[in-house]
């Protein structure tokens, strides 16, 4: 019952497309997108702190800066994410920024990577465990199809 009501009012649904050059970030219900590079600047406040200065493609103005650290968290060569905390902060940037939202309850987020790892995680170990509570038979066809184009 509640979660029915929750879903009705609040769904998200995020579909992130990601590789170390472009990320996609789509919320499905409204149908927004955007797609900018996953670079993210930090600069130490001054507590010491540091904070989110810039994201995306505004970081490439700020690479003559030297108070400015930037950041790639999905630049690697056979894993996903190089640096969990810099991609967790880049997704959460512009998540937020699809949605028009501050606050997010319960989104349900499938997550495509768009690059061949070298060595990394086989294809079917990337499907998320939400997504794959969600749509079981889904999940079993695209492993099965994963397993087949090897």
Do not use: W
């Amino acid at each position: 019952m509640i979660d029915s009501i929750i879903n009705k009012f609040f769904k998200n649904t995020i579909y992130i497309e990601f590789s170390d050059e472009l990320i996609s970030v789509k919320h499905v219900e409204t149908g927004n997108l955007i797609e900018d590079k996953p670079l993210l600047a930090l600069k130490k406040s001054q507590k010491g702190k540091k904070i989110v200065y810039a994201v995306g493609s505004e970081v490439e103005q700020l690479q003559n800066d030297s108070t400015i650290s930037i950041h790639n968290g999905f630049s690697h060569p056979r894993v996903c994410i190089n640096d969990f905390e810099i991609a967790q902060a880049t997704l959460m940037y512009f998540i937020r920024k699809v949605l028009n939202k501050k606050i997010m309850v319960r989104p349900i987020i499938i997550m495509h990577p768009q690059k061949d790892f070298q060595g990394g995680p086989r294809k079917e170990s990337i499907l998320s465990q939400h997504f794959h509570q969600y749509f079981p038979k889904l999940c079993q066809s695209m492993i099965a199809a994963c397993i087949r184009s090897k």
